[in-house]
């Protein structure tokens, strides 16, 4: 099974965060996050193609894999195709998948995995980190997924949105650049701020 058809399973940097309730026992964090702050969320990578498309028709149409590499491309994102209706791009630390998905295909789904896994004796420390994100963070939610083979628990975090009604081109952009975005964010925050990577 790819690493990229898994469902949702089970679900502090140097300065000090004084809006943050969260205290450290040893390396896990215990308490409630702090709730989510507008300097949480975080800017897309690049508006550019954004800006360039709104001087295009907005013209509303289904939402199929053809249009959303087109709309990487726009973006400069690279991606593979698996021939299974699935797009997989890769960056240093995670690789994101986009899809279609649903009954009709209308869902588009992006699914980001950190290449990096958690060992299973991390696995408290890793839904404490998974649910900090999930509470303090917009757009993604993020899960510990099942083990893998050699028992290791791999996060990922996730984008879906049903578009069974189409979007425009500039819509269909917008959201695929803010899902990378989001990914890079994630992965970023999981190796540094979050400490579990």
Known sequence: MPWWSWRPGHVGGSEPDTRSRISEEGTVRVGPPAPREPEDDCAPIDRCAIKDMKDMPATVAPVTLRRVGDALDLLDVRYLAD???????????????????????????????????????????????????????????????????????????????????????????????????????????LHDEGALL
């Open 83 to 189: 021939g299974d209706g699935s797009l997989l791009a890769m960056w240093e630390r995670h690789a994101v998948l986009f899809t279609l998905e649903g009954p009709e295909d209308e869902i588009l789904v992006m699914r980001a995995r950190p290449h990096a896994t958690v060992p299973p004796d991390w696995a408290d420390r890793a839904y404490r980190v998974v649910n900090e994100w999930n509470h303090t963070r917009r757009f993604c939610k993020a899960y510990v997924g099942d083990p893998t083979e050699r028992g290791q628990l791999p996060i990922y975090a996730e984008l879906q949105v049903p578009l069974g009604a189409g979007a425009h081109d500039a819509l269909l952009v917008e959201m695929l650049d803010c899902g990378a975005a989001v990914a890079t964010t994630f992965v970023d925050w």
